[in-house]
């Protein structure tokens, strides 16, 4: 008699072991990358005493590489591309191919503060030994290129005898801290932020506590309701806000950011007076040295962690772990409709006024900064301030010479009163100097100014063009009205030629979100222009009365977008 049986069942699969992060808090402290090597290694602050004292004297070839593409970034330092190289080539060569012997330095500009002597300075070192370069970026900084190595240590002894530095300008630490450029005089300011900037700068910047983060690291910290230092793309952001019973303080942002996965920041929650900025900066930041991952370079920024516990339990660590005691709840910052970007003619608390002008997409240079200054000193000023815009102010100026000195300004290029399409036009640095970059940026975008200043100069509404060399986002394209992203692009003949994926309708302020990325939409470099006054015609034939042209974007129908 047959004698039926069960097969055996198969034996139960384990489940995978999830694979670690390299969060130093859970225990994985060993480098799961050569970067983490890197830094295990050597702190990357310590490469400074090489530069001075055997890179400067024996020069670029005596580099070692592991310094050179690592560790040299926490003194302000990268190589700047070799010349002559194609964007259809940046992501087929090795770094040593596209590493030119010159590099992009850039200088810490915290809270975008400077003097007439510190600004004469930055001016002398371009004309001497940058070959009059000078950008100014959308941090606050300014940036030099073809700096020589065995120039280095000069440069920063005459950066440093004024109170400037290079250091942490770049690398896995905390970047220059962005303040609002009108903090202390502002007519419309909530609070004064300036304190905390130099406290946070003094304390921490430099420190090894934190120079080895998990990646970049920035903080922006305003007490003005213009959301001037653009905080929800910002690591952690301080922004102005009063409690109904403590009065002026700041409100919390954490885990924004941009690159090729863009999140904006999420409130905490929490009000924080001004004197425990500090406090919980230091907290925060802890948290991302602790718990931030170090596996994957992709995934290592503060955002990723803050999505993946939710702003909770990020905010419940800081208290508990770090802070040892409750944050007071707090109310929500005033949000304006777009951040401000202090261009034009504002009043002083103190009767005096501030000038904000507009450069050419941040493209200025060493003698322009000189010449810059000198008018500022005849117009009685002692202080200007960078702009997380890419633009320039001037304070403290009396009334009446405010109109000479527009006329002045205007004169060299720097207008107070510049079209919509100068004012809201952004680059990053792109082929020119870039190595990571795609197509040419600087140059392409103020001809895109100078072309619809002619084309369209009735333009009676801000329209911002963010103009960027590859996908990393350094001039915001997500957030920008029309955001282009350099890339390789099929001409009409089928050949490939240099050009721009498009965004449309990102915005940051009170409607913050992330541009329509147009399927397969692609635009030559040389279709630009005509790509984008014809999108300008049809929102300015299409608008509703009021409407902007993110919210025309909203609505618009994809073909007619293209």
């Known amino acids: 008699m047959a004698i039926a049986t069960d097969a055996a069942a198969p034996p139960a699969r384990r489940p995978r072991p999830k694979r670690g992060e390299g969060q130093w808090a859970l225990g994985y402290r060993e480098p799961l990358n050569a970067n983490e090597q890197s830094k295990k290694d050597d702190d990357p602050l310590n490469v400074r005493a090489r530069i001075e004292n055997i890179y400067a004297h ?6 070692d590489p592991v310094d050179l593409r690592g560790r040299f970034r926490w003194w302000g330092l990268y190589t700047q591309r070799k010349p002559g190289i194609d964007g259809g080539k940046t992501g087929m060569l090795e770094p040593e191919d596209l590493d030119d012997e010159f590099f992009m330095m850039r200088v810490r ?28 970026t959308d941090r606050q900084n300014i940036q030099y290129h073809w700096i020589d190595v065995r120039a280095v240590p000069t440069i920063w002894n005459r950066l440093e005898d004024v109170g400037l530095s290079t250091q942490e300008a770049c690398g896995d630490c905390p970047r220059v801290i962005l303040g609002s450029p009108v903090a202390g005089i502002s007519e419309d300011e909530i609070i004064d932020g300036s304190w905390a900037v130099d406290q946070i700068e003094s304390r921490f910047i430099g420190s090894k506590e934190f120079s080895n983060l998990p990646r970049k690291y920035k903080t922006a910290i305003s007490g003005h309701p213009g959301h001037d230092v653009v905080p929800q793309i910002n690591d952690i952001a301080f922004i102005g806000a009063e409690h ?3 009065g002026p303080g700041f409100d919390v942002f954490v885990g924004g950011g941009l690159s090729t996965n863009p999140m904006l920041a999420q409130r905490l929650g929490a009000w924080v007076p001004l004197h425990e900025v500090p406090e919980v900066w230091e907290a925060v930041t802890g948290v991302f040295r602790d718990y931030g991952y170090r596996r994957l370079r992709t995934r290592a920024r503060l955002k990723f962690l803050v999505a993946d516990w939710g702003i909770e339990k ?7 772990e770090y802070l040892k005691r409750r944050l007071i709840d707090g109310p929500e910052s005033p949000t304006p409709e777009t951040p401000a970007d202090h261009v034009g003619v504002f009043r002083q608390k103190d009767g005096k006024f501030i000038v904000g002008v507009a450069p050419s997409v941040g ?23 960078t702009t997380p815009m890419q633009k320039l102010l001037v304070l403290d100026v009396e009334e009446d010479r ?9 004169q060299i290029g720097l207008q107070a009163r510049p079209s919509q399409w100068r004012r809201n036009t952004m680059a990053c640095t792109g082929i020119e100097y870039c190595k990571l970059a795609i197509v040419n940026t600087k140059d392409r975008a103020k001809d895109l100014v100078n072309y619809l200043e002619a084309a369209i100069p009735e333009l009676d509404t801000p329209i911002s063009v963010n103009v960027n060399g590859c996908p990393n986002s350094c001039a915001r394209i997500q957030t920008a009205d029309i955001g282009l992203k350099g890339m390789l692009v099929l001409d009409e003949k089928g050949e490939q030629v240099g050009g721009f994926q498009v965004h449309l309708g990102g915005a940051l302020g009170l409607d913050a979100h992330f541009g329509r990325k147009l399927r397969a939409h692609k635009v030559t470099e040389d279709g630009l222009d005509a790509y984008v006054e014809g999108l300008t015609r049809t929102f300015l034939k299409d608008r509703e009365d009021g409407e902007s042209f993110a919210h025309w974007v909203a609505r618009a129908d994809e073909e007619v977008l293209r």
């Not at 024996?58 to 580099?63: D, T």
């Not at 915290?110 to 001497?128: N, Y």
């Not at 990020?314 to 508990?320: A, D, H, N, P, S």
């Not at 405010?402 to 205007?410: G, K, P, Q």
């Open 402 to 410: 405010v109109e000479s000195l527009i006329s002045a300004l205007d």
């Open 109 to 136: 500009i915290d809270g975008g503060k400077l003097d007439l002597r510190q600004l004469r300075t930055i001016a002398d070192i371009s004309v001497e030994y940058g070959r009059d370069s000078a950008d100014l």
């Open 244 to 246: 109904p019973e403590h």
């Open 58 to 63: 024996r020069g670029f070839e005596s580099i």
């Open 314 to 320: 990020f905010r419940e660590v800081v208290e508990t």
């Open 363 to 385: 493209r200025i240079s060493g003698t322009l900064l000189n010449r810059f200054a000198d008018i500022v000193e005849v117009h009685g000023s002692d202080r200007v301030r």
